[in-house]
């Protein structure tokens, strides 16, 4: 059986990239030699789902003593080699990436000693950042296949993407939208190599009847970490206005991140600190189970497209709640149309926090829509956003057989 490798920035462990750890346990579970190594790991677990993985990681800083005597192992074996690999990911690109390329140039060498001693057959990087920076560097020194995972903000940031489609035997993207901007980056000639696969997400075969919950506090969340892009403050608009027109809710903002801040200060602004409950950064399990519990009457995902271009991909909290058949309100951004579409969700334009309102009342007043909405939803994430479905296309393009 091949053995493959996941480079990831810090999965199993820290707080972000919950997703891949999904993705990487249903890896395991398809009989999957895999090992993981997080380029910049953090000190810990905090997704209790990654827990399982870490037998499998090799976890090291990314400038530890044993990365350095790796690096410089590796130099003294081949300098010529080396020198030109680091001029490759050193010639083009902004000052910022040429930075981070540098920083994460000795993991790569670290890396590749490891890729040897576990005779790895294929190497696979999430993001066009810089695990696809060390994944391509890799596959220079040791001839090993590799391919990368492509998101949202990591094409905009152009981490010398048409350099990697080019080298990679294959780049997976998880949106329509992301593809087009990868083949306008990489150019026409590398279609081929540009291959839309989703996320995906596993949907309970058995789900409560979701009946008592019409006769409780009504309770809406929104799952994210707390930047711009995720439009936190359009639905703290909302939720004033829900208020005003004296809704009893509760509103959950589950999620951290660089924005908390000065979301504290507008719920403090609009009065809204009996209503809004920033929860912070919880497990993935423990959403999981709120998400089981039938604790949730609608998903709010009000993302926006930022001035400097970032937007939103095709959101995995959103695909969880309707996989667990909550209803969801999402703006016409970014790639969420992929996923969510006027027969299975309500859309409403971005920045607009009248018609969030309008779109979070509209469910709550009417169960029976709110219903029929999740229900549709529900069939299109089986049908197309299926964990395993979508797990077997990618060892598919890896050569990877269960």
């Known amino acids: 059986m091949k053995k493959l490798m996941y480079l990831t920035v810090s999965a199993p462990l820290g707080q972000r990239e919950a997703f891949l750890i999904s993705e990487m ?170 291959v839309y696969c989703p996320m995906g997400v596993e949907a309970p075969e058995e789900l409560l009847e979701r009946i008592c919950r019409w006769r409780r506090k009504p309770f809406i969340a929104a799952v994210g970490s707390l930047t711009p892009v995720k439009g936190h403050r359009y639905l703290l608009l909302a939720c004033r206005l829900l208020a005003d027109r004296d809704m009893d809710f509760r509103c959950l903002i589950i999620g951290d991140g660089p924005e908390r801040g000065n979301l504290s200060d507008l719920i403090d602004h609009l009065g809204l600190g009996k209503i809004v409950i920033l929860t912070g950064a919880l497990p993935h399990d423990s959403v999981l189970r709120m998400f089981r519990a039938d604790t949730l009457r609608v998903l709010a995902h009000p993302s926006v497209e930022t001035p400097a271009g970032e937007h939103e991909g095709v959101p995995v909290a959103v695909m969880e709640a309707i996989a667990h058949n909550i209803p969801v309100v999402v703006t016409e951004t970014g790639s969420i149309t992929d996923l969510v579409d006027r027969e299975s969700g309500v859309i409403v334009p971005p920045e607009d926090p009248a018609a969030l309102a309008w779109a979070i009342s509209s469910l709550l007043n009417d169960p029976a829509r709110a219903r029929v909405l999740s229900k549709v939803a529900r069939r299109r994430i089986k049908e197309k956003f299926s964990l395993k479905r979508n797990v077997s296309i990618l060892m598919g393009r890896m050569g990877i057989t269960p």
């Open 25 to 194: 346990n249903c890896l395991v579970g398809q009989g999957v030699d895999l090992t993981i190594v997080p380029v910049n790991p953090a000190k810990q677990v905090f997704h209790r789902d990654g827990t399982s993985l870490l037998h499998r990681t090799i976890v090291t800083g990314l400038w530890s003593r044993e990365v350095w005597l790796s690096a410089l192992s590796c130099f003294i074996k081949a300098p010529l080699r080396v020198a030109a690999l680091l001029f490759k990911i050193m010639k083009s690109g902004n000052p910022v990436n040429k930075m981070k390329n540098l920083l994460v140039f000795p993991k790569s060498l670290f890396i590749a000693e490891k890729v040897g001693l576990l005779q790895i057959s294929h190497i696979h990087a999430h993001w066009a950042s810089t695990p696809s920076t060390c994944a391509m560097v890799v596959s220079a020194l040791t001839g090993v296949s590799w391919s990368f995972t492509a998101h949202r903000w990591d094409i905009l940031n152009n981490n010398l993407v048409r350099e990697k489609v080019k080298n990679s035997s294959f780049v997976r993207v998880i949106s329509k939208k992301g593809r087009k901007q990868i083949i306008n980056i990489a150019g026409s000639n590398e279609a081929k190599k540009v």
